[in-house]
């Protein structure tokens, strides 16, 4: 199983940028899927989760700036990331948790990181 993420980059204060991870590989379920952001100096934090019923759940500052979502047809889950700060710059991991085969425990699976940059 691998995750892909995609689509960081640099964009100034106030912009967006969104984001993608597909899930591929020997998949029989995937449950919670979600993003999370290590800054420089900081620890991992989770930023949004969504469940395989489209729940979500947000840290509280990124609350009406972002949205998560996902396609289940595509094992993709998306981040929609608007009005940046200079604070969300960090390396943004994918997170999934997959069942390869059926009554298989779900396990943790990470994406390769993507970098944010957000200044001017």
């Known amino acids: 199983v691998q995750l892909q993420a995609s689509g960081g980059g640099l964009v100034q204060p106030g912009g967006s940028l969104r984001l993608s991870c597909a899930a591929s590989g020997s998949i029989f379920g995937i449950n919670v899927m979600g993003w999370y952001r290590q800054g420089p100096g900081k620890q991992r934090e989770l930023v949004a989760i969504i469940t395989s019923g489209g729940s979500t759940n947000y840290t509280d500052s990124v609350k009406g700036r972002f949205t998560i979502s996902r396609d289940n047809a595509k094992n993709t889950v998306y981040l929609q990331m608007n009005s940046l700060k200079a604070e969300d710059t960090a390396i943004y991991y994918c997170?999934?948790?997959?069942?390869?085969?059926?009554?298989?425990?779900?396990?943790?699976?990470w994406g390769q990181g993507t970098q944010v940059t957000v200044s001017s």
């Open positions: 997170n999934a948790k997959i069942r390869t085969r059926w009554r298989r425990p779900f396990q943790d699976y």
